[in-house]
């Protein structure tokens, strides 16, 4: 989930409208005009109060229980929310394991009026969201789903970066039936190289998914040597 920084290619077929979308649809989360100073915004999400992490890591049995990331603030219903980490005792039906030396898996810790509840799955997280009716939803639901990331401005590209496709801000694309949502994911542990991949990402009203492609984008050759457990 976040733990990366609080730190299937399908047989689909895309469209010629979703590529054409893809390429020129202008999305309303921009500011600016041009790849130097385009930037995405979040409506920051709803976080549960701190003060009841150490309470509720006991009550659930987590080891990590921390703020949920920006780019997660486009979930409706907008429940107070927490990004959580659990030992790999309790990750048995998890959606999403820990790939680092630390076994254990991401969950979604959720606030719904006074009851507190975890999102261990993808299933759960669509019993909880679904329907997806705008873009933001779109992306930070297929963040979570995924466990990728936006990358939100110009200035993450830096230039010493080795690219192997074009710098893409991330987004979500509207089309009649579903939306089309432009993200990232990064190789962390292991030895390097530790390249981004960009992926593309097709998000249905009743929040099932479909990861449309994904590809190498860039790496920065200053962490090829790098060796993250």
Same mark, same amino acid.
């Given at each position: 989930?976040?733990?990366?920084?609080?730190?299937?290619k399908d047989t689909f077929t895309v469209t010629m409208r979703e590529i054409?979308?893809?390429?020129?649809? #202008?999305?309303? @989360?921009?500011? !600016?005009?041009?790849?130097?100073?385009?930037?995405?915004?979040?409506?920051p999400p709803v976080q549960i109060n701190p003060a009841t992490y150490q309470t509720l890591m006991i009550r659930f049995k987590l080891n990590h229980l921390g703020p #949920?990331?920006? @780019?997660?603030? !486009?979930?409706?219903?907008?429940?107070?929310i927490a990004d959580a980490f659990s030992?790999?005792?309790?990750?048995?039906?998890?959606?999403w394991p820990n790939k680092g030396m630390m076994s254990g898996c991401s969950k979604i810790l959720v606030k719904k009026d006074t009851l507190y509840s975890l999102i261990n799955t993808r299933e759960e997280l669509q019993?909880?969201?679904?329907?997806?009716?705008?873009k933001s939803e779109a992306l930070s639901y297929a963040s979570i789903y995924f466990e990728y990331f936006p990358i939100t401005t110009s200035s993450f590209f830096e230039?010493?970066?080795?690219?192997?496709r074009e710098k893409i801000i991330s987004r979500a694309d509207s089309l009649e039936k579903y939306f089309i949502v432009h993200l990232y994911d990064q190789k962390v542990f292991g030895c390097g190289p530790h390249p981004y991949y960009y992926s593309l990402i097709k998000v249905f009203a009743d929040g099932s998914?479909?990861?449309l492609q994904k590809n190498e984008a860039f790496r920065d050759p200053k962490k090829d040597d790098w060796c993250i457990d």
């Open positions: 989930m976040a733990l990366y920084y609080s730190l299937y054409k979308t893809v390429l020129i649809g #202008a999305s309303l @989360y921009f500011t !600016g005009c041009n790849i130097a100073d385009q930037e995405l915004h979040f409506k #949920a990331p920006s @780019y997660w603030g !486009g979930l409706m219903p907008s429940y107070p030992s790999h005792e309790e990750c048995i039906e998890s959606s019993q909880t969201y679904a329907p997806i009716t705008s230039e010493s970066f080795f690219y192997r998914v479909q990861e």
